[in-house]
């Protein structure tokens, strides 16, 4: 088994580290940061394994077979340190994943300078697009969906249909997922569908599209259950941070006949009187309530915020997130880091869906 780095690593990425028994055909072996990230010396603990991130690219690309160039964080790579770092990639015969699609010239960029011998992540995994079928209609979906939203950017979802993932499988259930992130392809999930971010391209057609391609993918997969994790913020938080309207959410939830939706929200000190008033907005938007709510070790920074145009989000202590958890007291409130948390949601899903049968 191959040995895998992951640049550049912040905090967003804890989730790939936490699971990263799903990879496959590979091993995590080090976790390299830019040094002004000033994630120095932090660590991640998986299962028993506790892993130190380095600021010594160099170091930790010595020891590994291939790098994970994934998307940034809230930091940005800066054009010229994220060119020289792929070059000694090249340089020194590593594999490369390259998944930063979001910059599709740096993406294009990086291609062209990737030799052909060395392994590129393909953006599409044999699915073909749908787009040009004769129907131009919705197609009946027959495995129970599970959805990951949530109300911000950043909360944890990718975290949360992993664990969902790993949970269920390890009952037995065949599941297909269809993550909200890219370059998931090697924990097992099907990426989401670059088409759904794609400029040009109606709403409708989006939901057709993106519907055909779910159920492309349950005709081949045959699966018991679909987790389906929807990028982006579910509702504006003011008229200049609006999260696109909760236009994409919308869109999937049009094309997916939704059983059951795990909301991920970040942390307020308001939060024991919002968490109602968030449900029955999410309702009243998209016509369901969320099942179950897992609580990011996130929360906005009130006292840096200089403009109502421009938010800022800390991260949390976990023991902080779960102490609080406590003192709320609802059962539908979980940090699905916690093992026994998700167990929980994992059993909850099972009977919710049992009863819909």
């Given at each position: 088994?191959?040995?895998?780095?992951?640049?550049?690593?912040?905090?967003?990425?804890?989730?790939?580290?936490?699971?990263?028994?799903?990879l496959?055909?590979?091993?995590?072996?080090?976790?390299?940061?830019?040094?002004?990230?000033?994630?120095?010396?932090?660590?991640?603990?998986?299962?028993?394994?506790?892993?130190t991130?380095?600021?010594?690219?160099?170091?930790?690309?010595?020891?590994?077979?291939?790098?994970?160039?994934?998307?940034?964080?809230?930091l940005?790579?800066?054009?010229?340190?994220?060119?020289?770092?792929?070059?000694?990639?090249?340089?020194?015969?590593?594999?490369i994943?390259?998944?930063?699609?979001?910059?599709?010239?740096?993406?294009?960029?990086?291609v062209?300078?990737i030799?052909e011998?060395?392994?590129?992540?393909?953006?599409?995994?044999?699915?073909?697009?749908?787009?040009?079928?004769?129907?131009?209609?919705?197609m009946d979906?027959?495995?129970?969906?599970?959805a990951?939203?949530?109300?911000?950017e950043?909360?944890?979802?990718?975290?949360?249909?992993?664990?969902?993932?790993?949970?269920?499988?390890?009952?037995?259930?065949?599941?297909?997922?269809?993550?909200?992130?890219?370059?998931?392809?090697?924990?097992?999930m099907?990426?989401?569908?670059?088409?759904?971010?794609?400029?040009?391209?109606?709403?409708?057609?989006?939901?057709?599209?993106?519907?055909?391609?779910?159920?492309?993918?349950?005709?081949?997969?045959?699966?018991?259950?679909?987790?389906?994790?929807?990028?982006?913020?579910?509702?504006?938080?003011?008229?200049?941070?609006?999260?696109?309207?909760g236009?994409?959410?919308?869109?999937?939830?049009?094309?997916?006949?939704?059983?059951?939706?795990?909301?991920?929200?970040?942390?307020?000190?308001?939060?024991?009187k919002?968490?109602?008033?968030?449900?029955?907005?999410?309702?009243n938007?998209?016509?369901?309530?969320?099942?179950?709510?897992?609580?990011?070790?996130?929360?906005?920074?009130?006292?840096?915020?200089?403009?109502?145009?421009q938010?800022?989000?800390?991260?949390?202590?976990?023991?902080?997130?779960?102490?609080?958890?406590?003192?709320e007291?609802?059962?539908?409130?979980?940090?699905?880091?916690e093992?026994?948390?998700?167990?929980?949601?994992?059993?909850?899903?099972?009977n919710?869906?049992?009863?819909?049968?």
């Amino acid at each position: 088994m191959e040995q895998l780095m992951i640049y550049p690593y912040h905090r967003g990425c804890e989730a790939l580290v936490r699971h990263q028994d799903m990879l496959q055909d590979w091993k995590l072996a080090g976790l390299a940061s830019p040094k002004g990230w000033g994630l120095g010396n932090d660590t991640v603990v998986s299962g028993t394994k506790e892993y130190t991130v380095e600021t010594d690219y160099e170091t930790v690309l010595k020891r590994c077979d291939g790098v994970w160039f994934v998307e940034d964080g809230s930091l940005k790579l800066p054009p010229a340190l994220l060119e020289k770092r792929l070059q000694q990639a090249i340089a020194g015969g590593k594999r490369i994943i390259y998944t930063r699609l979001a910059d599709t010239e740096a993406y294009e960029n990086a291609v062209r300078m990737i030799p052909e011998t060395l392994r590129i992540l393909p953006v599409d995994t044999g699915i073909s697009d749908p787009f040009g079928m004769s129907a131009a209609y919705c197609m009946d979906i027959h495995t129970p969906v599970v959805a990951v939203m949530g109300l911000e950017e950043n909360t944890e979802k990718l975290e949360v249909q992993l664990a969902l993932r790993k949970a269920f499988q390890k009952r037995g259930y065949r599941v297909l997922s269809v993550s909200s992130g890219t370059g998931t392809e090697l924990l097992g999930m099907y990426s989401f569908p670059d088409f759904m971010l794609k400029p040009g391209i109606g709403e409708a057609e989006k939901i057709i599209r993106y519907n055909h391609r779910i159920a492309a993918l349950e005709k081949q997969e045959e699966p018991e259950l679909i987790i389906a994790g929807i990028p982006g913020g579910a509702l504006p938080f003011n008229r200049y941070n609006h999260n696109g309207y909760g236009m994409l959410q919308y869109e999937i939830l049009e094309a997916l006949p939704v059983d059951y939706l795990v909301l991920c929200l970040p942390w307020q000190p308001d939060l024991h009187k919002r968490l109602q008033e968030i449900g029955m907005d999410i309702k009243n938007k998209y016509q369901i309530t969320p099942g179950a709510y897992h609580l990011a070790a996130i929360t906005q920074d009130t006292v840096d915020l200089v403009s109502e145009k421009q938010r800022e989000f800390l991260t949390l202590d976990r023991h902080f997130i779960r102490t609080k958890i406590k003192e709320e007291n609802d059962p539908h409130l979980l940090d699905v880091t916690e093992e026994k948390s998700c167990d929980s949601l994992t059993e909850d899903i099972i009977n919710c869906l049992s009863e819909q049968e």
